[in-house]
């Protein structure tokens, strides 16, 4: 990426503001972040429908293009070309918002992930922060889109949500707090700089904490509780069609994605791998669709947890753990 001296000087020879270089850079690099994510959606539901009939003893798609890879794109079809019902007594308002916020909220946080040495949009001094606090706005998409909805299904899932979502988000970031204290700092690119030896290997009980938060906090199996077809036939989403539920599946995909490549980040040593320098962000790549192939194995394994299971396993199992190892990492470093 160019510097900020090399931005201002380009700037000042062509007679450019330098907000509005500024505004152009991030704009650029944002809609190549989005179309990137487009292309990551249409990898991660094609290896998701493999990955889970390699599970069942079946093909999976098949037929649409070469062994089914061109099968998103006949779905994204069908929904673009669905009608767009609106429910009789929804908020207009909060029920079209709604999967915005969510598919948005999935989205920022991809934009200070460092995925090698200075390729990030925005390398913040608290990104850390930033991207434990992104999930929150999700939070209340969700809550929006069961408001919205006028719907008691859709009102409970997205109740369920946001219990869920709050009571996962305090062990999460708990979980890294002896990574910061490692690396003495919340920017992500020196935490990874930070990591002559992984930290998965420095701080496993912390990881273990972060990666089933993390999965609870994406909504992936056991933890879908808020979309239980079994119970609240579709949850949050049961009222949206066509592309307004495209945007939901977009965003938890998205969403997918984030985590790995904060995962990644944390605490398997980000970009650095064996190789030329230029390598880097492949090595960023192969590890974080390694964590996004442990999260669908074990959505395709393990059964869905009932909610007073999520809720103990949450605060009476992961708080306490998340807080024995913040305790552990002090006392480890005050001896050494």
Known sequence: ??????????????????????????????????????????????????????????????????????????????????????????????????????????????????????????DMNVGLIYVLAIPSIAVAGLIMSGFGSYNKYAMLGSLRSAAQMVSYEIPRALSVIGVVMIAGSAKLSSIVGAQGIWFIILQPLGFMVFLVSTLAEVNRTPFDLPETEAELVAGYSMEYGGMRFAFFLFGEYIALIAASALTVVLFLGGWHGPGPGFLAPVWFLIKMFAIIYLAMWIRWTLPRFRIDQVMDLGWKVLLPLSLLNILITGIVMLIL
């Open 1 to 122: 990426m160019l510097s900020s001296a090399q931005l201002q000087e380009f700037a000042n020879n062509y007679g450019i503001p330098l907000w509005g270089m500024d505004v152009s850079v991030a704009l650029a690099l944002g809609l190549l972040v989005f179309a990137l994510c487009g292309i990551g959606v249409i990898v991660l539901v094609y290896m998701e429908r493999k990955v889970a009939a390699d599970f069942q003893l079946r093909y999976g798609p098949l037929h649409v293009g070469w062994h089914g890879s061109l099968q998103l794109i006949a779905d994204m079809l069908k929904l673009l070309t669905k009608e767009d019902i609106f429910p009789k007594n929804a908020d207009p308002w909060t029920f079209r918002l709604a999967p915005l916020v969510v598919f948005l909220a999935a989205f920022v946080g991809l934009l200070v992930m460092p995925v090698g040495p200075g390729l990030v949009v925005q």
